[in-house]
């Protein structure tokens, strides 16, 4: 039984280009939260999405992120003209119900974005 | 709002020693807690719970006991091994689908 899975693990993009993150959640899971880690820093919420609906995404950036989980396929968290400060890494987690996270919670190794 | 607080790093220990990593929490209502283990280069992996008060978490030698009255869900393990580096994060879910991670402890243990 699979984990959730992110790819790229390792991701570099010079200045103003675009980053994909890709995140398949486990087998059975219809709910995606997004984290972002910086540097020295815990982990903090992005957003939060189940197939085809975005439900919050107050822990998101106004400009050039955006996220979307569609019917098929993995969910995308796409960061528009990157900038030094987005370098970070980004984890994806999975739930199979809402309120999930607080019964239990499956990351995925996450992807380190690396701007320069 | 909710936050949680978690003793600076970084912590090296010798092998065998007795480990406390400290973690208090704000919330309101009942949180659920957490602590994540993030090994070198990997993902988090949940290493135990509590979801009420009074609660005890406990997986590979690790505890913590939800002290509501403190606030407090300290991490501990009463004989380190090396295999144990890693970061350790406390975290809580208060009624919602979000966690609230603290900064992170890394932990070395040298032989």
């Known amino acids: 039984n699979a984990g959730v899975m992110q790819n790229p693990r390792h991701l570099v993009r010079r200045r103003g280009q675009e980053a994909r993150l890709r995140c398949s959640p486990m087998?059975?899971?219809?709910?995606v939260y997004w984290y972002r880690q910086l540097p020295e820093e815990g982990l903090k919420f992005m957003v939060y999405l189940q197939k085809e609906n975005i439900i919050d995404e107050s822990g998101m950036p106004k400009e050039r992120f955006s996220a979307e989980f569609p019917k098929e396929g993995p969910s995308i968290l796409r960061i528009q003209q990157v900038v030094r400060g987005d370098s970070a890494a980004y984890f994806c987690?999975?739930?199979?119900?809402?309120?999930?996270?607080?019964?239990?919670?499956?990351f995925g190794q996450g992807t380190r974005l690396t701007v320069v | 709002g909710n936050s949680v607080t978690q003793m600076e790093g970084p912590v090296t220990l010798s092998e065998e020693a007795f480990l406390t990593i400290n973690c208090t929490y704000t919330a309101t209502g009942y949180p659920s807690l957490f602590w994540y283990v993030q090994y070198p280069g990997e993902g988090l992996q949940l290493l135990l719970k509590a979801t009420k008060a009074d609660d005890k978490g406990s997986n590979k030698g690790f505890e913590a006991t939800y002290r509501k009255e403190t606030t407090s869900f300290h991490l501990e393990k009463g004989s380190v091994q090396v295999s144990d580096s890693a970061v350790y994060f406390c975290?809580?879910?208060?009624?919602?689908?979000?966690?609230?991670f603290g900064k992170g402890t890394k932990l070395s243990v040298i032989p």
């Open positions: 087998k059975g899971h219809s709910h």
């Open positions: 987690a999975s739930s199979p119900a809402r309120g999930g996270l607080n019964t239990e919670a499956f």
């Open positions: 975290a809580l879910g208060a009624g919602s689908y979000q966690l609230t």
